[in-house]
C-alpha cells in the first residue's frame, strides 16, 4: 500500500497579520483549502497532525474540535522546520497500519512583532539560558559563524551565497503567494546592509504570517498526486559537537535514496528548509546533489540556470517563514509541482526531495527530515 499526498493548501502569508487574526483560523484556513484541492470535505479526515509555535493555550485536540473533526489518530509536533518530515513519516505508519485512512498535516503561525520577539527569546532553555542575556535577537549570529566556517571549508563568497537568494527570488516572482516578489539583481544582494558579517539582508529569512497543509491517503488512481517513496529522520546526529556544516540529512540519506529506488542524479527538483543560503548549501551537499569540491560552480550553474530546481516557490528567502509553517513550505511546493499544480513556475519533473531541517540548541539545528515524492495519475 502506498500513501500519497493528494490536496495542499496555504493561508495567505502576509508580513503584518490583520488585527484579531488568531492562529487556529490561519491553521483552519489552510486545511480548508487543502482539503477543496483534494475534492474532499471535513467528514472525510480521520487523522490531523499539527505544528505550531502559537497555537497555546490550546493543542491539536482543540483545533480539531474547532474544525468539526471526529478523529481516530491526532498528533501534535514541536520540530519547527523538521515538523513537516516528522509529520508526514508518523501519519504514513499510521495509514499503513490502519490507524486512519485519510490526514491532513498542518502548521502555521500568527508572527507578528511581539509574538517573533518572544520566540527568539524563549525558544528552548538553551536560548532563554545563554543566547537571550547577550541580547542576540536572534540566531543571526550563529548561522553567521556557520557561514564563515563553510566559505572556508567550500571556498565560497558572498557572491555564491547571492546566487540563492537572486535565484529563489525569480521563482518568487512567479508565485503569486510570495510575500517578496519583485525582482533581486545580484548588485542588489551585494549591497545590502550587512546583518552579522557576512550575512547581509537577504540572507536572512523574513517572518511572516501564514499556514500550509498536505491531505494524505492511500493511492488512489486517476488522480494526480505526489506519492510518498520514503521519508526518513535524524535527530541529535552530531550532539550538538558538530561544526554546523552538515546535518543529520549526511547519516540518512542514502537509505533514503535506496529505499526509494531513486537516484540523486536523476532528481531535477529539491525544496530545502532554506532559513539562511548557507543552510540550502549543508542540505543539498548531504543529500548527494551539490558536490562538495565543486560548490561554487553547481551554484552559479546547475542551481542559478535550474538544472536542477530548488525552492521553486521562491523558498522561504522570498516567501516568507511563517513560525513553524517553514517546515512544511517545501512540502506543499514539491507536492503542487509534482501534482502539475504549480502555475507559471511549473517544471518538468518526476521525483522531489524535500528536507527539513530546524530546532536550534546550543549551536545549530538538532532536528533532520528527508521525504522522497513521485509524481503519479
Not at 490507524?99 to 500568527?110: E, F, H, M, Q, S
Not at 552530531?238 to 552538515?246: E, I, N
Not at 569540491?293 to 528567502?317: E, M, P, W, Y
Request: aromatic share 6%; net charge negative; glycine share 12%.
Amino acid at each position: 500500500m502506498t500513501t500519497s499526498i493528494i490536496g495542499t493548501g496555504q493561508s495567505p502569508y502576509t508580513r503584518h497579520p490583520a488585527a484579531g487574526l488568531t492562529t487556529p483560523a490561519v491553521l483552519a484556513g489552510a486545511v480548508t483549502v487543502a482539503l477543496t484541492d483534494a475534492g474532499l470535505s471535513p467528514s472525510d479526515v480521520d487523522g490531523l497532525a499539527v505544528s505550531s509555535f502559537t497555537l497555546g493555550p490550546d493543542h491539536a485536540i482543540d483545533l480539531a474540535w474547532r474544525m468539526g473533526l471526529k478523529l481516530t489518530w491526532l498528533m501534535q509536533d514541536t520540530t519547527g522546520g523538521a515538523s513537516a518530515g516528522g509529520m508526514l513519516q508518523h501519519a504514513v505508519r499510521a495509514i499503513e497500519a490502519g490507524d486512519a485512512k485519510t490526514i491532513v498535516l498542518v502548521a502555521g503561525d500568527v508572527m507578528d512583532s511581539v509574538a517573533f520577539s518572544h520566540l527568539v527569546a524563549h525558544y528552548n532553555r538553551a536560548t532563554e539560558d545563554h543566547l537571550a542575556p547577550l541580547n542576540m535577537g536572534g540566531p543571526n549570529a550563529l548561522f553567521a559563524m556557520l557561514t564563515q566556517r563553510q566559505m572556508t571549508d567550500l571556498d565560497l563568497g558572498r557572491r555564491d551565497y547571492g546566487q540563492i537568494a537572486v535565484t529563489q527570488r525569480r521563482w518568487a516572482g512567479m508565485n503569486p503567494d510570495a510575500v517578496y516578489r519583485k525582482g533581486l539583481s545580484m548588485d542588489e544582494y551585494l549591497a545590502a546592509p550587512l546583518v552579522a558579517d557576512p550575512l547581509g539582508r537577504y540572507d536572512c529569512v523574513p517572518p511572516v504570517t501564514g499556514g500550509d497543509a498536505v491531505v494524505l491517503t492511500t493511492d488512489q488512481a486517476g488522480r494526480a498526486r505526489a506519492r510518498v517513496l520514503s521519508v526518513k529522520a535524524s535527530y541529535n546526529a552530531d550532539q550538538q559537537d558538530g561544526d554546523g556544516t552538515s546535518t543529520g540529512l549526511r547519516d540518512i540519506a542514502p537509505g533514503a535514496w535506496a529505499e526509494s529506488g531513486v537516484d540523486p542524479a536523476d532528481v531535477r527538483l529539491a525544496s530545502v528548509y532554506d532559513d539562511y543560503p548557507a543552510m540550502v548549501v549543508a542540505q543539498l551537499a548531504d543529500l548527494e546533489l551539490l558536490p562538495r569540491n565543486d560548490a561554487g560552480r553547481f551554484l552559479s550553474s546547475t542551481l542559478a540556470t535550474g538544472k536542477i530546481a530548488v525552492n521553486t516557490s521562491g523558498g522561504q528567502l522570498s516567501a516568507g517563514q511563517a513560525g513553524a509553517a517553514g517546515g512544511m513550505h517545501g512540502l506543499v511546493e514539491a507536492s503542487r509541482q509534482l501534482m502539475g499544480r504549480a502555475g507559471e513556475r511549473q517544471v518538468d519533473a518526476r521525483h522531489a526531495v524535500v528536507s527539513g531541517y530546524g530546532m536550534v540548541l546550543y549551536r545549530y539545528g538538532a532536528c533532520a527530515t528527508s521525504s522522497i515524492l513521485e509524481a503519479a495519475s
